[in-house]
C-alpha cells in the first residue's frame, strides 16, 4: 500500500494544484494544469515539478503504510486509504495557497464517511460509527472555539472544517485516540506558533494549520 502511495504522488500532485489554482480537476492531464497549451518538462514555469510529485507521493506513502499497519486488511481500510488521499491532496493546497479547497475536502470527506460507514458495518462497529459522528462534532467545536479566539487571524475557518473529518477517524476507534490526535496537533502545529511569536511577528502571521491537523491524526493513528 505504501507503493501504491507513492505511486499516486503525480495524481494527488495534480488535483492539488488545480484545486488550489481554482482550475477544473482533471487528475490524469499530460500537460501542466497552470498552463494547459504547454508539456511540462522537468520544471515546468508556473512551479510544477517532478521533485514536487515525488513528495506528494512519499507523503502519501507514509500515510497509507501507517493506515494499512493499523488499520490492517480490515473493510475499514479502505475508507482510511481515501483519507490518506484527501488529505495528502490537502497538505500541497494549504503549504500553497494557505487554503483548504471545499471542492476537495467536501466530496472527499462525504465519501470518505460512506466508506467508514459501510465498514463499519460490514465489521460491526456500529456503535464505533456513532462515537465517531460524536467525535467529529466535538473536534470541530473545540477548532470552532480556536478559531473564534483568533479572531480568524492566522488560522482559517477551512481548518475549523477539516476537523471534523479527522475527528470521525480518530472518534471511531477511542475517545483516548481523539485526545492523543488533539495532543499531537497542538504540539507539531503550536512549536512553528511559538518560533513565530518569538520572532515578533505575532499571531496575525498567516501559518498553514492544515498540515499539523493531518499529520497529527495520522500520527496518533500510527501508535493507536
Known amino acids: 500500500m505504501a507503493l501504491a502511495g507513492m505511486a ?3 495524481v494527488l500532485h ?13 487528475p490524469l492531464a499530460l500537460n501542466c494544469p497552470r498552463c494547459p497549451n504547454t ?7 508556473c512551479g510544477r515539478s517532478r521533485w514536487r510529485e515525488a513528495g506528494t507521493g512519499a507523503v ?5 503504510g501507517v493506515a494499512t499497519g493499523a488499520i490492517g486488511w480490515a473493510p475499514t481500510l479502505a475508507a482510511h486509504l481515501l483519507l490518506v488521499a484527501v488529505t495528502t491532496i ?4 494549504d503549504l500553497d495557497h494557505m487554503r483548504i479547497p471545499n471542492r476537495i475536502l467536501y466530496p472527499g470527506g462525504i465519501t470518505c464517511l460512506v466508506l467508514l460507514s459501510a465498514g463499519a458495518f460490514a465489521e460491526d462497529r456500529s456503535g464505533d460509527l ?3 459522528l460524536a467525535a467529529g462534532a466535538l473536534y470541530w467545536g473545540v477548532f470552532l472555539v ?3 479566539s483568533a479572531k480568524g487571524q492566522g488560522f482559517g475557518f477551512g481548518d475549523v472544517r477539516l476537523s471534523a473529518l479527522l475527528g470521525l477517524f480518530l472518534g471511531f476507534h477511542s475517545w483516548q485516540l481523539l485526545a492523543r490526535g488533539l495532543l499531537a496537533t497542538a504540539l507539531l502545529g503550536g512549536i512553528p506558533a511559538i518560533v513565530l511569536l518569538v520572532q515578533g511577528k505575532g499571531r496575525k502571521t498567516l501559518w498553514p494549520y492544515g498540515p499539523p491537523l493531518i499529520l497529527g491524526t495520522w500520527l496518533a493513528i500510527a501508535i493507536m
Open 14 to 26: 495534480t488535483l492539488a494544484v488545480q484545486a488550489g489554482a481554482d482550475l477544473p480537476l482533471r
Open 146 to 148: 480556536v478559531w473564534l
Open 90 to 93: 490537502l497538505i500541497v493546497t
Open 39 to 45: 508539456t511540462w518538462t522537468i520544471r515546468c514555469a
Open 130 to 132: 456513532v462515537r465517531g
Open 8 to 10: 499516486s504522488g503525480p
Open 60 to 64: 502519501a506513502a507514509i500515510g497509507a
